[in-house]
């Protein structure tokens, strides 16, 4: 791969800030839906009507973002006009002094459970990828500004940017996973799920502190024509301007095969990957708990916590950059192309040099999630009404959620939900779920016309396995 920049990482989360905006790790539509194994993933101390057994791959396949700043069509209107990302007007005015997204993906390689005895047992092998970031506006203009945008809006100024307290984050990982679900009375059900978990690649950038100034030159152009022709200040142009920037911060690499690479003054130089090389760099240890009681016959309440656990990655595995410190000049022809030209954010440009692994943090957490419900049964059970209370304890701030449910199951076979979750999307989008047959689809915001800040996805193949759970009586 090629130099590995600031400016790219930075962009790279502004892409992902434009091309997805969804939530929620787990698809909530689908947690009345006893039908389906779906739900196991959100309270493992719930039990499906019959067992299962998924197809491997797309038999649970969930992908989900959120975003504090863009919005489902903001998105549709960017895409359509290709514009810059930086010097895009309508992604400019729609920016926050915090700018925050999360993007997490899950599938499971292979995943069953059956009914065995007074409980019920779960298995599963499965992928996932979690992604953070929160990106201060001023990176956007000064980015703008840097790019030649508006210049002769700036010149002769002094442009001052505070980009300090922005972080980047990435872990993937797979995960192994045992579940076991108890009717411990008529009315209450206990389970939980141990989480064997095998780190395959983690990346941060932490900007601590990043302060700059720029004198931004005010070139005599002789005529209109002149500036018409020439449509950007000339490296001449910027002689003689002052700079100076003060910064601290790191960026970390853990990953099998690859990773940051430096020169021989220790600077950094190149990312290395070689996908054939990718193999373990960590393991962890994760667990899920979970309840339900039956209050009245028509009532359950539940709860759960997911995701409590860590994952270690490998020190060996790990490459350090970091930067501390700061710079003072007048521009010339000498340093021009280190300070103004070329890639402004360069990694090499701010003296990120060499640092050691034992000196950061080997050890990061999952990112947890609570769960609280109640539900009311109708006509027999076949219908249901609920609410689900979720928060979400992600980078780099907390997503809470609260989710209204209609639910109809009249067969194992044949379950459907519509929800409404207004927190993350503003009010501007339902969820819906259908399982039929072997095949379940869902989302918990579905566009309709709003601009939804939240979107997501479930697909699933599941086929039954062995028979039904019998009466507590009999247990």
């Known amino acids: 791969m090629g130099k590995l920049g600031y ?31 779906a739900r196991l993933q959100l309270n493992p101390g719930l039990q499906p009507t019959k067992g299962y057994f998924n197809m491997p791959i797309i038999g649970s396949f969930n992908m989900s973002a959120s975003s504090n700043v863009l919005g489902t069509s903001d998105i549709i209107d960017l895409m359509d006009s290709g514009s810059d990302l930086y010097s895009n007007d309508k992604l400019f005015d729609r920016l926050k002094a915090d700018n925050r997204l999360n993007v997490n993906l899950n599938t499971d390689i292979l995943s069953f459970g059956w009914y065995r005895g007074k409980g ?7 992928l996932r990828a979690d992604f953070g970031a929160a990106l ?40 192994v996973g045992l579940g076991y679900s108890r009717r411990i009375t008529e009315k209450l059900t206990v389970g939980g799920r141990v989480k064997v978990l095998l780190g395959l690649a983690r990346a941060e950038m932490n900007i601590n502190q990043f302060d700059l100034n720029l004198d931004v030159p005010n070139p005599q152009y002789t005529n209109y024509a002149d500036y018409e022709s020439r449509g950007e200040l000339s490296p001449s ?18 990953l099998k095969g690859g990773g940051m690479t430096f020169d021989n003054n220790g600077m950094i130089d190149n990312f290395d990957l070689d996908a054939g ?44 950059a970091t930067v501390s ?63 689900m209370y979720t928060a979400r304890f992600a980078e780099p701030k907390t997503l809470n959620e609260l989710t209204f449910l209609a639910t109809f199951r009249p067969k194992n076979w044949l379950n459907a939900a519509i929800s409404y979750s207004p927190i993350q999307a ?23 016309g709003g601009n939804s800040k939240s979107v997501n996805g479930f697909l699933g193949i599941s086929f039954p396995l062995g028979g039904k759970p019998k009466p507590f009586s009999e247990l």
């Open 7 to 37: 400016k790219g990482l930075l962009l790279l989360g502004g892409m992902m800030m434009l091309g997805g905006a969804a939530q929620a790790q787990y698809l909530r539509s689908s947690y009345f839906m006893e039908g389906t194994s």
């Open 120 to 126: 019920f047992w779960s298995v599963n092998v499965g």
């Open 136 to 175: 201060a506006k001023d990176m956007f203009s000064m980015m703008r500004t840097m790019n030649g945008f508006a210049l002769e809006d700036v010149a002769g100024t002094n442009q001052s940017y505070s980009l300090s307290n922005q972080t980047l984050n990435m872990k993937a990982y797979a995960e």
């Open 237 to 254: 142009d910027w002689y003689g301007a002052h700079y100076d920037y003060s910064a601290n911060g790191n960026v970390i690499t853990t």
């Open 277 to 320: 090389d990718l193999g373990i760099a960590g393991s962890g240890f994760g667990i899920d708990l979970g309840a339900s009681y039956k209050v009245w016959d028509n009532l359950t309440v539940s709860a759960s916590i997911l995701d409590l656990g860590f994952l270690k990655w490998k020190e060996s595995e790990t490459t350090v």
């Open 325 to 387: 410190g700061g710079d003072e000049v007048t521009i010339n022809s000498e340093n021009y192309d280190r300070y103004i030209g070329g890639d402004f954010l360069s990694f090499e440009r701010f003296d990120f040099e060499e640092g050691s692994p034992e000196k950061v943090k080997t050890k990061t957490r999952l990112y947890s999630t609570l769960l609280l419900a109640g539900e009311y049964g109708l006509l027999n059970n076949k219908l249901s009404v609920g609410a």
């Open 426 to 448: 503003s009010g501007k989008s339902i969820g819906l779920a259908v399982k039929l047959g072997p095949l379940f689809v869902g989302t918990d915001y579905m566009f309709f």
